[in-house]
């Protein structure tokens, strides 16, 4: 039981993940959603550099904290496409 639990859990996860990547492209405008860690990415908004399989990696608009190159790589499921 357990097993088949795990197993639809990650099912709907990569389904998310699939769902979320259907909406970026190398290139898009984001924002970085708030359900980010740590709290300072929240709301910062950015453009994707790579997509890396199940990862994105974002150019931030002001590298900030320890992101001082201004790449973040984050799940697909933390962006949302943002307009100017």
Known sequence: MIEAINDRMA?????????????L??????IIT?????QYLRGQTGEVHDIDGDTVIVCLDKP???F???H??????LLMPWGR
């Open 68 to 70: 001082r190159s201004g």
């Open 25 to 30: 492209s190398v290139g898009a405008r984001v």
């Open 72 to 77: 973040v790589r984050c799940a697909p499921s």
């Open 11 to 23: 099912d709907l996860q990569r389904i998310k993940t699939e769902r979320a990547l259907a909406h």
């Open 64 to 66: 900030l904290g320890k």
């Open 34 to 38: 708030s359900s980010a860690k740590p």
